[in-house]
């Protein structure tokens, strides 16, 4: 069965500072698709960044971007430089055959950025 | 480009009554998404639509949930009777065809609507 697990609940980071949001996965499938959403508290879920699994190189979309280690599993979202706006939930999610390309999403992370 | 356009935003109702969403997806998305989002969980996926046929309903309550989406456009979820648990935000979602387009496509959501039942 496929799954998303997000360790974090909550997190702190200084305004200007970077973090890293962190996403475990699990998926039999060898194609696979990784992605991140943010959720304001406006309630409406933003895509931020894509990876496919067989992606060679860790996508990157602006100040986001996915540290994909395929080995471990994981598909981290690093955020540099941090604005106030970034304060939101982030939710890792997949995509894969298994699932009938269903998506599945993690539990989250609330992010605030302090100033 | 218009987004994904949801009604109601919010709606309150008593246990066992009954409530209809309805969802406007972005033009030329093949595939429309129905999720629930309770309080401080992740979005779960309740019906996803290929044009107008079902690809996935696996994890829709089949005794109170219906949902249709007619000529591959539009699309409504129904709740009848509702019960104090689906209190929720019901998010719409659409998509170019995740089949054919590769896992890449990513999802376009709504503003959700809030639903309480007292």
């Known amino acids: 069965a496929q799954k998303i697990t997000q360790t974090q609940p909550g997190m702190f980071v200084q305004e200007k500072e970077a973090v890293t949001l962190d996403c475990t996965y699990d998926?039999?499938?060898?194609?696979?698709?990784l992605f991140w959403y943010k959720q304001p508290s406006s309630g409406e879920m933003i895509f931020l960044i894509y990876?496919?699994?067989?992606?060679?190189q860790n996508a990157t979309e602006g100040r986001y971007s996915l540290n994909f280690q395929k080995a471990r599993k994981s598909a981290n979202l690093v955020i540099s430089a941090s604005q106030l706006g970034d304060s939101a939930m982030y939710f890792c999610a997949m995509r894969g055959f298994t699932g009938g390309f269903k998506t599945i999403f993690g539990a989250g992370t609330r992010l605030f950025v302090k100033a | 480009e218009a987004g994904v356009a949801q009604s109601p935003r919010y709606k309150i109702i008593e246990k066992r009554q009954s409530v209809a969403f309805w969802c406007n997806p972005i033009?030329?998305?093949?595939?429309l998404y129905w999720y629930q989002q309770i309080l401080g969980q992740g979005p779960k996926l309740l019906i996803q639509f290929q044009n107008n046929g079902v690809v996935d309903d696996s994890q829709l309550p089949k005794d109170r949930f219906s949902a249709e989406r007619l000529k591959g456009v539009d699309s409504t979820l129904k709740i009848q009777p509702a019960k104090l648990e689906d209190s929720a935000v019901y998010l719409c979602a659409s998509s170019l065809d995740s089949r054919t387009g590769g896992m890449g496509n990513e999802q376009f959501f709504g503003p959700g609507t809030r639903l309480t039942v007292l």
């Open positions: 990876q496919g699994s067989y992606d060679e």
């Open positions: 033009s030329g998305h093949a595939t």
């Open positions: 998926t039999s499938d060898q194609s696979y698709g």
